[in-house]
């Protein structure tokens, strides 16, 4: 049987039940621990003022603050010959390429547009974004910390969820969107 037919029509009778079955939503309560679903809209945001600027031609846009767990997901957006300071992961992070491309001046490889890339707890780069690229926006989900260090591994910084809390609420007074604005993002 066709998967597009009206399962009603051409199914025994028991096939029929099954599917609707499979059609019939969850009936009960999700549990009262659980915090409610986040979704954003407009996750590349058509307000300009939502993305938080953290260094020249750097700006994120947070999409969740897992102030319960440590860990975040925000865009990354660079524009052309743009740098995000070297620093140290503890944790895992993982990327998806929505736009442009970057690389780190620790490796070869060039992450672009459609492609995955997962950084290992231990690593330490430079991201770079080359003056012949516009624009390149990643999504990233970063764990724990980012620890900022100078060519030698010597601390000179870090960012956990709570710095980056911080950073939002100044940013979105300052802007006009009030500090409150970031209080949808946190679970
Ligand atoms: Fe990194």
Not at 48 to 74: A, I, K
Not at 94 to 107: A, I, N, P, Q
Request: glycine share 8%; aromatic share 10%.
């Amino acid at each position: 049987m066709d998967g597009t037919m009206d399962p009603g029509t051409n199914a025994a009778p028991g096939r029929a039940a099954a599917a609707d079955a499979k059609w019939t939503p969850y009936r009960h309560p999700m549990p009262k621990e659980s915090p409610p679903e986040l979704i954003v809209p407009d996750a590349i945001p058509s307000d300009e003022r939502v993305w938080v600027p953290v260094d020249d031609n750097v700006w994120f846009r947070p999409l969740c603050l897992s102030v319960t767990r440590g860990y975040w997901v925000n865009l990354l957006r660079v524009r052309r010959a743009g740098v995000l300071s070297r620093h140290r992961h503890p944790m895992p992070v993982h990327g998806f390429v929505l736009k442009g491309e970057w690389r780190y001046l620790e490796h070869d490889w060039v992450a672009r547009e459609g492609g995955y890339v997962y950084e290992a707890p231990g690593e330490t780069h430079t991201l770079v974004v080359d003056p012949h690229v516009e624009e390149m926006i990643t999504l990233f989900q970063v764990n724990g910390a980012m620890i900022y260090v100078d060519p030698d591994g010597n601390c000179t910084g870090y960012d956990d969820v709570f710095t980056r809390l911080d950073k939002c609420r100044r940013h979105y007074a300052a802007c006009g969107l009030g500090e409150g604005y970031i209080d949808q993002f946190l679970r």
